[in-house]
């Protein structure tokens, strides 16, 4: 499996970003997919989490009210809608996918993206 992001950038304070990944492969809905951030010296954290069918979700405290993950199946894509963006949300974002199940732990996903930047301006 191949996830590809995008929709990262520079944004001043208070903006918003989309952040998407295209997954390749047709067992695309099999998977719960997430978003996890590592900012620089910093260790790789859970920002949103989805299963197969978006009814369950998981996020950090410090972005509940502000994003909001959702996904496509029909499209193969996970989508990060963030509102709100602080300083604090700088960091390179990383699309991840997992066979198990569900989960919200690094260990836990098979599968990354490469990573897109979101730097937020104060």
């Known amino acids: 499996v191949q996830l590809v992001e995008s929709g990262g950038g520079l944004v001043q304070a208070g903006g918003s970003l989309k952040l998407s990944c295209v997954a390749s492969?047709?067992?695309?809905?099999?998977?719960?997919m997430a978003w996890f951030r590592q900012a620089p010296g910093k260790e790789r954290e859970l920002v949103a989490a989805i299963n197969w069918s978006g009814s369950q979700t998981d996020y950090a405290d410090s972005v509940k009210g502000r994003f909001t993950i959702s996904r496509d199946n029909t499209k193969n894509t996970v989508f990060l809608q963030m509102n709100s963006l602080e300083p604090a949300d700088t960091a390179v974002y990383y699309c991840?996918?997992?066979?198990?199940?569900w989960g919200t732990g690094v260990p836990e996903y098979d599968y990354w993206g490469q990573g897109t930047q979101v730097t937020v301006s104060s």
């Open positions: 492969g047709d067992t695309f809905i099999t998977y719960s």
């Open positions: 991840a996918a997992t066979t198990t199940g």
